[in-house]
């Protein structure tokens, strides 16, 4: 099935640079074909009449060994991106038989999906899979991670699969949606819970977009969000609020992408905590992520780090700052060991290491719970961001 690897890279799309292997945005019926010749090439190694055999799944590997950091000639877009070296899934291997028989029983599952013209969620899915083959399906991070593997095997997207996943996001402020044939939504006179993002990319490809702001500002967290929203931030600073709720989905990265790329001259903040995980959020919207490295460089935008920052500690008690945990200290070595980080993001991490502390968004509330937007405004008009 698969080509040798020069050949691969020689029919890339991406003849500016062909080292960039990505999933393909396909219609259903040529997915459903690259399913079937997965079936077919399977088979033909089975009857094989000289050496009959069950051939291996090559994939793309997601690794770090395997990404590098790619920016646009057109924009100051930075993305990373996954290259062309193979991982295999084995029904031979012990570690890896039952990753192999995952694969197939999702490309079955999608193979229907696509046939009934269908969209499911992720967690939709995983209960279907869980029902039918449970000794396979246990938990829902067997199917996202077999949901990977067949993006990296036929090299489409999830979407094209008939996969949505689960959108968290929202968002609010001076903005109007308007998709075709429905009524347009003003998200600057919804409630503090703003506008909840579909999960169905197609839904958000197809809307239409009008702003007066001139900030789209992202932020970690639901309760600053809300916060934020019930202030009415947008009224005094013209801008877009958006949330993913925590690590940002695919949904939320899209509908971001979108908003930079209809209003390009419009700048992106972000406001995280100050924390190794914060930054991790951070960088996964301005870079996109090694996991979903085939379809997420897609979506990356240039997103300036707002706060919290080092500059600000003095603005935040010495009460309110929190033991760096474990997991910070596990995300802050990946971090640190990236090939992407740049040089005033890694010196705000070492010194997050040195310190081994971490301070949340919400310990500004110790100078009143109307502090915050006045801190947002404050360093926006003085440019003071990285």
């Known amino acids: 099935m698969a080509a040798p690897e020069a050949d691969v890279a020689a029919a890339s799309l991406f003849g500016a640079d ?80 039952k990753a192999f028989v995952r694969v197939w029983k999702v490309m079955e599952m999608c193979y229907k999906i696509l046939g009934e013209g269908k969209l499911v969620h992720q967690r939709e899915l995983f209960y279907k899979l869980l029902s039918e083959s449970p000794k396979y399906f246990s938990c829902q991070r067997h199917v996202n991670r077999a949901i990977q593997d067949v993006v990296s095997l036929l090299r489409c997207t999830r979407q094209s699969l008939g996969i949505m996943a689960s959108s968290r996001g929202a968002l609010i402020g001076r903005l109007v949606l308007h998709e075709p044939d429905e009524e347009q939504i003003d998200c600057s006179i919804l409630g503090a819970s703003g506008h909840a993002i579909t999960g169905d990319l197609n839904v958000l490809g197809k809307l239409n977009l009008s702003s007066d702001a001139r900030y ?3 932020v970690e967290k639901d309760a600053i969000f809300q916060r934020l ?143 915050l937007g006045k801190y947002i405004a404050r360093k926006i008009v003085q440019g003071d961001y990285i």
């Open 216 to 218: 789209i500002i992202v």
């Open 18 to 97: 062909r080292r960039l292997c990505s999933a393909d945005i396909l219609a259903p019926a040529e997915v459903r074909a690259r399913i079937e010749v997965a079936v077919l090439n399977f088979l033909a190694a089975l009857a094989s009449p000289s050496s009959p055999a069950i051939s291996v799944l090559p994939l793309i590997s997601r690794t770090s060994a395997n990404c590098s950091l790619r920016s646009s000639l057109l924009s100051d877009v930075s993305s990373v991106y996954l290259s062309y070296a193979f991982c295999k899934r084995s029904l031979m291997r012990e570690s890896s038989a």
């Open 229 to 371: 929203a019930e202030d009415r931030l947008y009224n005094q600073l013209p801008c877009i609020l958006i949330t993913a709720k925590g690590y940002p989905d695919i949904a939320t990265r899209f509908i971001l992408h979108r908003l930079s790329q209809t209003f390009p001259n419009m700048p992106i903040f972000a406001l995280v905590d100050w924390n190794p995980a914060g930054l991790a959020i951070l960088c996964t919207y301005k870079y996109g992520s090694i996991s979903m490295g085939l379809e997420s460089y897609r979506y990356a935008c240039n997103v300036k780090w707002l706060g919290l920052r080092g500059d600000d500690l003095q603005l935040i008690p010495e009460s309110a700052f929190q033991e760096l945990k474990p997991r910070d200290s596990q995300i802050a070595k990946s971090l640190l060991s990236s090939k992407f980080l740049q040089e005033s993001h890694r010196a705000e991490l070492t010194l997050m290491v040195e310190r081994g502390k971490r301070a949340e968004i919400e310990a500004l509330y110790s100078h009143g719970f109307d502090f």
